[in-house]
């Protein structure tokens, strides 16, 4: 082997010194990026939307912090990077299922909101058609009651970003809002047979 040349000798010592001044400094900085994008994953609402992209981010941090208190200070700035990397996956995941939630929870009411329109349609052909429909459809008030005002709290959830409590409530009450539209066509059928119109009087017998 040959001997190292006495031009390369500074520059030898200028590296040696520099990882060793890395490995010998615990990563205060890089731990504190990661608690950083921790917090802005948290506000983020991640522990809602992403929260095992949560928990892996805060076991890396926790295990950076561990290393750091044994002297591992490589292995700490492995961990702390990998803490700030895994927050911002938390981060970016926990708007993506926001936004999909939203958009579940905006499509249900929707629909929801197509079925009250079906059946308002249904209840103005009975009055045009002079129908007491207070009456004839007086077995469904209550349902169609009780449909309004649960389609209104579902838009209030959403109007106050609860997006996961909206879209459940909505999708659980679909298949209780789908047959109403037609359930009071037969109502009006129902109630039209029992009832018919009166015939016209045929003229008396002569006497």
């Not at 009250?116 to 103005?124: C, G, S, Y």
Request: hydrophobic share 45%.
């Amino acid at each position: 082997m040959q001997p190292i040349s006495r031009h390369l000798r500074p520059a030898l010592l200028v590296v040696a010194v520099v990882l060793a001044a890395g490995c010998g400094e615990p990563p205060t900085r890089e731990i504190q990026a990661a608690e950083a994008a921790l917090e802005r994953a948290r506000q983020a609402q991640a522990e809602l939307y992403a929260p095992e992209r949560l928990r892996e981010a805060q076991a890396a941090l926790d295990g950076a912090r561990k290393l750091a208190e044994s002297r591992d200070y490589r292995g700490a700035l492995s961990s702390a990077n990998a803490a700030a990397e895994r927050a911002r996956a938390a981060a970016q995941a926990a708007g993506a299922a926001r936004t999909l939630a939203k958009s579940a929870a905006e499509v249900a009411l929707a629909e929801l909101q197509a079925v009250l329109d079906e059946v308002a349609t249904v209840r103005q052909e009975a009055e045009e058609a002079k129908l007491p429909v207070d009456e004839a459809f007086a077995e469904l008030t209550p349902r169609l009651g009780s449909l309004q005002n649960a389609v209104a709290a579902v838009q209030k959830q959403v109007d106050d970003g609860d997006l996961l409590g909206a879209q459940k409530a909505a999708l659980e009450l679909k298949p209780q809002a789908a047959d109403l539209p037609e359930a009071y066509r037969q109502a009006r059928t129902a109630w039209e047979e029992a009832r018919p119109k009166g015939k016209a009087k045929g003229k008396p017998p002569a006497k």
